[in-house]
């Protein structure tokens, strides 16, 4: 699959055929939605912090959310969430960092029989969810702000993302990116669900074959606003990520490669293309692809800088802040 991404990136020709394979589908699934379709099932296993679990009907609240999440895409996309454990999660109360508390929670919390795991928290926090892009973790944060229509919204937002939705300027939709409030759908999200709705959270994006990838990069490209990054991009960035901070440098060079072939206008992939590049001893390359980023509008990381260029004034001899300012 990585070959088909690399090879269809940006070619003018695929953009037209996946706009008339995207007008194509969306007609399909709109007929086939209308039709009775098979129900799918997909396990949660829940983790609560202490914080959240402090409440005396706690217990009550997850059961009601989860059950009003699940009647909203039973009704939309024939998709049921079913609960099959409720586990107590001892969440580290220093961190305040989402992204950092969402790699707690999976190191903290195995899927065991479940899909996908969705672990609560009441810890204070100005973002109140995050989910992995075509992964199987969701992290939501209720800390007494919102009312129980918002904390269930919020809950609906996040899974979205499970299958790779991206937010949305619809005020109505429950992907309103600046704090969703209703259960509402856009096309685009309609679009999205449709064409991952048999996503398997259990393989991830490898399980992911050429024709999903066509369809869901035909649905990308007809409905993504710009500068919004290819679903599949964010997902191997975040694959990335794992491996820059397990060290594995080569594996985080091969998938942010991906990444940034699916949307190389994303400064935020090449930045840390860049850095998987340095650390793997790419020197020259890494400068490459920092420029690129920087060109793109990612904010200059000074000291990283200062770090690249003493490698390649060490162990290529040239000094990369002079040639730049010489272009």
Known sequence: ??????????????????????????????????????????????AADEEFRSRSNWRELLKNRLAAVSDFYEREFAIRWKVVSINEWVSDNRGTDMTGRLRELENDAPHGDADIVLGISSQPSLVKGVATTLGSYVLVVDSGEYDERRNTVIIAHEFAHLFGAWHSHDRTSLMFGAGALEFGIDEATAAVIRTMRDFDFRRGIDGIDEATVARLTAVYQENA????????????????????????????????????SLSPEWGEARRMLSKALFRAGQHEEAWTEYVAARDLGITPNWAYVREMRRALIRYVGVDPMWEDAER
């Open 225 to 260: 606003p710009v500068g919004e990054a290819h679903p599949l991009a964010r997902a191997y960035m975040g694959r990335g990520y794992e491996a820059y901070l397990e060290r594995d440098y080569n594996g985080a060079v091969a998938a942010d490669k991906v990444a940034v």
């Open 1 to 46: 699959m990585m070959s088909l991404l690399v090879s269809m990136a940006n070619r003018p020709t695929v953009r037209r055929f996946f706009a008339a394979i995207a007008v194509s589908m969306l007609t399909s699934a709109a007929v086939g939605h209308a039709q009775a379709v098979e129900v799918r099932e997909i396990t949660v296993a829940i």
